[in-house]
């Protein structure tokens, strides 16, 4: 049976064909990030950073730049702000760079834009101070 809005239908044919799929069912977003594992920095800093490219930005300066458009975007896509700020610890910023990289993109992106990302980044800031991973910063 077809309704009268074809958007309708082919959503419905969509969510049909994605019940046939094995273990769609199954599949969430937060085990999808738990898969996708840390950068070390030295990796980060041979491809991001400026390993081959002295005069360059570095890794965590990237990232944090990084981390600033993804705010600027209203933090819409969690798992790479998540992502982001992990790596960025890792790259050597302090819990008080992140908070200050975001709190920033305020003044552009709006407040709501940088409450968001706040609430994003802020459990994962937790995380790494309740595994020492996160380093404070002397500001």
């Not at 969690?78 to 990289?101: L, N, S």
């Not at 920033?104 to 990302?117: D, E, K, S, T």
């Amino acid at each position: 049976m077809t309704s009268k809005n074809p958007w309708e239908d082919m959503m419905r044919q969509a969510q049909e064909m994605a019940k046939s799929f094995p273990a769609m069912d199954a599949f969430s977003p937060k085990g999808f990030e738990a898969m996708m594992g840390m950068m070390p920095k030295d990796m980060m800093e041979t491809f991001f950073g400026n390993k081959m490219n002295p005069d360059g930005l570095d890794a965590k300066t990237r990232l944090l730049l990084t981390l600033a458009g993804l705010t600027m975007q209203g933090a819409q896509n969690e798992i790479a702000v998540r992502q982001t700020v992990r790596h960025a610890i890792e790259a050597g910023a302090h819990k008080q760079q992140i908070i200050e990289t975001i709190g920033q993109m305020a003044l552009f992106a709006g407040i709501p834009a940088m409450q968001r990302a706040t609430d994003i980044a802020q459990p994962v800031l937790d995380e790494m101070a309740d595994t020492g991973t996160n380093k404070e910063g002397d500001a």
